[in-house]
């Protein structure tokens, strides 16, 4: 063989070894620990799930799968850690509504762009908010309530699990469509929030199911309608706000889960799948039920749509209230 055959062979091989690469590559993954971000604290529902899924995937990946909670700034720490992470296939975060949807109004310096520096991949599971009461205020439904706010304008407090938060945003609307007023006051959790009214320092909120309905059932607060599209499976008995003569308050609360932009598609096909296999496992349908939740297990497109959808919903509540931060 001449030289010039020789040299054409050797580039011949290494071009087909360097388009075999990322093949390879893929094929590998993943090759080390995987990360999940969570952008509230431990015990939260999103660190709840997340720990689920992590403890389940590992073993199915023969790798490690660790959370780490970066809690602040209403999601937008961790959300934002994840948006700036190496696209590598290693690094993934666990989100809900707000750090997608509301908060790119709320924050006007948001240090991330949902829609550009994240890829969505499904949506886990979620649960439905409930409106709930003190019986101190001796209401047994919707439009008791409606009237007590209307007789006392402004002087009755509801409990939110933050400025902004979905909670905080439901009932302002709630408050608004009934021509009425109300003071919030918010807190840094679902339970805080809850204790608050326990305790009497405020009256009202619309919280998450696996936060609220123990009480309930235990006669301390009074359940009086779910906040979502349709009545929930898991509490039948309740009626929707729409059935309630309040229509257009949907605060499902979800969760889902993201990845830096520019991940390598066979990692988050991968990740997605077997993250919708365990939301389909009938073992992890018990063990949400026992949290009020519901396996979602959506499509990417389907997230994508939810989140539009969170956002043309709060948008008018946020500009009408005057809702903002600083930051």
């Not at 829609?115 to 969505?120: A, M, V």
């Not at 599971?125 to 706010?149: F, I, M, N, R």
């Not at 539009?308 to 903002?324: M, S, T």
Request: charged residues 15%; contains cysteine; hydrophobic residues 45%.
């Amino acid at each position: 063989m001449n030289l010039s055959r020789l040299l054409g062979a050797l580039v011949l091989l290494c071009a087909g070894g360097l388009a075999a690469l990322p093949v390879q590559a893929a094929d590998a993954w993943p090759g080390k620990p995987i990360r999940i971000i969570v952008p509230f604290g431990p015990g939260s529902t999103p660190d709840t799930m997340a720990r689920m899924v992590a403890d389940r995937l590992g073993p199915r990946l023969g790798v490690a799968v660790v959370v780490e909670n970066k809690a602040g700034a209403g999601g937008n720490i961790g959300t934002g850690a994840v948006a700036k992470a190496a696209p590598d296939g290693y690094t993934f975060g666990i989100t809900i509504s707000g750090p997608l949807a509301a908060n790119t109004i709320l924050f006007p310096n948001l240090p991330y762009d949902p829609r550009k520096d994240l890829d969505f991949l499904t949506i886990a599971a979620q649960q439905p908010s409930v409106l709930v009461v003190s019986p101190q205020l001796g209401v047994k439904d919707v439009a008791g309530l409606l009237k007590a706010l209307r007789d006392h304008p402004g002087e009755y407090n509801y409990s939110s699990m933050g400025v902004g938060s979905i909670s905080h945003l439901a009932m302002a609307a709630l408050v608004a469509q009934n021509g009425s007023d109300a003071v919030h006051v918010p807190y840094a959790t679902s339970v805080k929030a809850l204790t608050a009214i326990l305790s009497g320092e405020t009256q009202m909120g619309i919280l998450p199911a696996a936060t609220v309905m123990e009480q309930a059932r235990a006669g301390k607060i009074q359940a009086l309608a779910v906040a979502t599209a349709k009545r929930s499976s898991l509490l039948p008995d309740l009626p929707t706000l729409a059935e309630s003569g309040v229509p257009g308050i949907e605060a499902d609360a979800w969760m889902g889960f993201v990845a830096p932009h520019g991940t390598p598609k066979a990692a988050e096909d991968r990740f997605t799948a077997e993250v919708v296999a365990l939301m389909k496992d009938p073992e992890t349908v018990r063990q949400l039920a026992k949290l009020h939740e519901e396996p979602v297990a959506s499509t990417p497109g389907q997230m994508r749509a939810v989140v539009q959808g969170d956002l043309d919903r709060w948008k008018p509540v946020i500009e009408a209230n005057g809702i903002h931060f600083d930051n």
